[in-house]
């Protein structure tokens, strides 16, 4: 057990410093190739966080207080660009730094906060005011609305919107602005059916207008897209959270690690569906779409290259033909699929393409492992004289083991040949799902691959560890 518990914290570490070095890979490519097409608050990086550490943590409080600073020093358009981005959620702020700035310093802030004002319902958008008077009612407003902006009103507050949509409780949660994207995107259900599908869309209307951003769900919207409008809203705030909320004690600390683009993809991990890619599709749905004609290949070709390593194996056991290995084990490991290749085509073209990248697959794995299986330590597999049936399943498990040897070091090989494979024969596979990933510069999407492959890897190096375990009735005996 303790041998057990070892091997799996080996391949837990194992797993996250690959999944380290993948991501500081595939983040920088991403980064370096980016696509106009894209959502630009969509990527990772896009909120300026380091890949791995986050030393010191940017958060709201952090934010405001570097405006303010540019403010107090002159004009700065981008400056109020941000506050009118940060909205409600930084308003306590920027009224307690209103009372104690210069004149101009005042007038800059407070124009910088109309937009605000007139998202939460203050003040009607047609509506032009002197600097004086938007102080005014800037400095009310917080004042009259302070008690609400508490998280236990903001979460009652979205609860009462999602049940229905009355415009009083649009109009609570209007004046809480960017304070309340948190619960509005918390209380967003999984589409499912039509009652889930209501409710998603009150509380994705009151996010889009906090935020800013056009991801509304509507009447007539397919269950499928609204559902990825949802994973969407999700995903961003994910990598935008920090930039609404204030951070104290632990969660400061916390922040230092979990604030980064390596922590945000870790958080998505355990999201429903692996999160959504940048198209708005959940990864898991997409990548398993993308399965099927990649395992018909994959284990087509592996059970071929199999084959072919056993019959290797026994004739050389049998026949003693110490010499059979290199290129005429090569041809003979690429016998079996393309026999069974040509046996079974159809005349169907895209059957008859699946059919030929499996033979391509099953001999380029029978090049490599029928080779190593031959190279004499697996002679014995087959026994030279009687062969009792009892003895078969053990010959044929340890054949299995030896395969499993031979395959396991190059598995990241193999499944690059699979994707070269599948984009040369035109498969809608993992092919054609990772280029078009790759050429979006989806760092989700490509890690949700990545992932998968080291797992499957790690998996097979414990099945691995059982099937060379002695065989039972086979171990050395101790002299008596």
């Avoid at 696509?35 to 958060?59: H, K």
Wanted: overall charge positive; some cysteine; proline content about 6%.
């Amino acid at each position: 057990m303790r041998a057990l518990l070892r091997r799996l914290a080996w391949l837990f570490a194992r797993l996250v410093l690959l999944s380290l070095l993948c991501f500081a890979l595939v983040s920088r490519l991403a980064t370096r190739h980016p696509t106009p097409t894209v959502e630009l608050s969509d990527r990772y990086g896009e909120a300026n966080l380091p890949r791995f550490i986050n030393w010191p943590p940017r958060d709201l409080h952090t934010r405001v207080a570097e405006q303010l600073t540019k403010l107090a020093q002159g004009e700065s358009p981008g400056a109020e660009r941000e506050l009118a981005r940060l909205g409600g959620a930084a308003l306590g702020s920027v009224s307690d730094a209103l009372r104690m700035a210069s004149p101009e310093t005042a007038h800059r802030l407070c124009r910088a906060m109309l937009p605000v004002l007139t998202r939460m319902g203050e003040l009607d958008p047609t509506d032009t005011l002197p600097s004086n008077q938007a102080c005014g009612q800037l400095i009310r407003s917080w004042e009259e609305h302070s008690r609400d902006f508490r998280p236990v009103v903001a979460r009652r507050w979205v609860q009462r919107l999602g049940e229905q949509a009355l415009a009083s409780r649009r109009s609570e949660v209007a004046t809480l602005d960017t304070f309340a994207l948190g619960e509005l995107i918390a209380a967003m259900p999984r589409v499912r059916d039509t009652k889930t599908q209501a409710q998603a869309r009150r509380l994705t209307a009151a996010a889009a207008g906090a935020a800013g951003l056009p991801w509304v769900i509507r009447d007539g919207t397919p269950l499928d897209t609204a559902d990825g409008l949802v994973l969407r809203w999700k995903r961003w705030w994910t990598l935008h959270q920090l930039e609404y909320s204030e951070l104290r004690g632990p969660k400061r600390l916390a922040a230092v690690v979990t604030e980064t683009q390596y922590g945000h993809w870790v958080a998505t991990v355990f999201t429903p569906g692996l999160g959504v890619d940048l198209t708005g599709q959940p990864i898991a749905s997409s990548l398993l779409s993308a399965l099927p004609p990649s395992l018909v290949v994959l284990l087509g070709g592996l059970l071929g290259a199999w084959g072919a390593a056993a019959t290797l194996t026994w004739l050389r056991s049998r026949l003693k033909l110490e010499r059979l290995g290199g290129w005429s084990g090569r041809i003979i490991g690429s016998i079996p699929p393309v026999a069974l290749a040509a046996w079974l085509a159809p005349p169907n073209d895209s059957a008859a393409r699946l059919l030929l990248a499996t033979v391509v697959v099953g001999a380029t794995v029978a090049l490599g492992a029928t080779s190593v299986l031959a190279s004499g330590s697996h002679l014995a597999l087959f026994r030279a004289g009687t062969n009792p049936r009892h003895h078969l399943a053990q010959d044929l498990r340890r054949l299995l083991a030896g395969f499993s040897t031979a395959l396991g070091p190059d598995w990241p090989w193999l499944m690059t040949t699979l994707i070269l494979v599948e984009h040369a024969f035109g498969l809608r596979g993992l092919g054609a799902w990772t280029v078009a990933a790759v050429a979006r510069g989806d760092v989700a999407a490509l890690m949700a691959l990545t992932l998968g492959c080291l797992l499957t890897l790690m998996l097979l190096e414990l099945a691995l560890d059982r099937e060379q375990s002695p065989v039972p009735g086979t171990e050395p005996r101790s002299p008596s």
